[in-house]
């Protein structure tokens, strides 16, 4: 086990699931930053927050995703924005599992822009997509303990000056 999990390989096995991952969170924040109120719909419309704190979900959760994003495509605290990632996947998959159980006709409002159209509406493949990027979040977490990207530029200088 230590000897894959030591594999030099996994930097860059990670770097496509890293960058992949960011570009979706980067591409799912974007509209819901831009419009709130649509996002706050969406949110409520799941039915698991109290209304009291929809405002708050709806206007801080994009803002996570685009810092989580933008980590991961930089490779800046990748492992730590890939644990963020797996927290918001697991949070987005219970959602979404609970809305289908519950019948619910709707948008997922993972990409509020399709959904706005009346796009992308929930169903067992929207929890296996998001099971996938559950999945690689995980594989950059447990395996990309020296990221390619500004980390491992800062380590490099770190190492020179001491």
Known sequence: ??????????????????????????????????????FAVDVATYGILPLSLVNLMAITLPWLELSAGIMLVVGFRARA???????????????????????????????????????????????LRDMGWLMLSVYVVLFDSS?????????RRKAVVA
């Not at 987005?92 to 399709?114: K, N, T």
């Open 1 to 38: 086990m230590n000897r894959l999990l030591a594999w030099a390989g996994h930097g860059w096995l990670a770097l496509p699931a890293r960058w992949y991952l960011g570009f979706v969170f980067l591409l799912a924040c974007q509209h819901k930053i831009a419009h709130p109120g649509t």
């Open 147 to 155: 990221p390619i990207g500004l980390d491992r530029i800062l380590a």
């Open 81 to 127: 924005a890939a644990l963020m990632v797996f927290g918001m996947m697991v949070m987005f998959s219970v959602a979404l599992a609970i809305a289908l159980a519950q019948g619910l006709d709707m948008a997922c409002g993972c990409f509020a822009s399709e959904a706005a159209q009346g796009g992308d509406p929930i169903s067992d493949e929207t929890v």
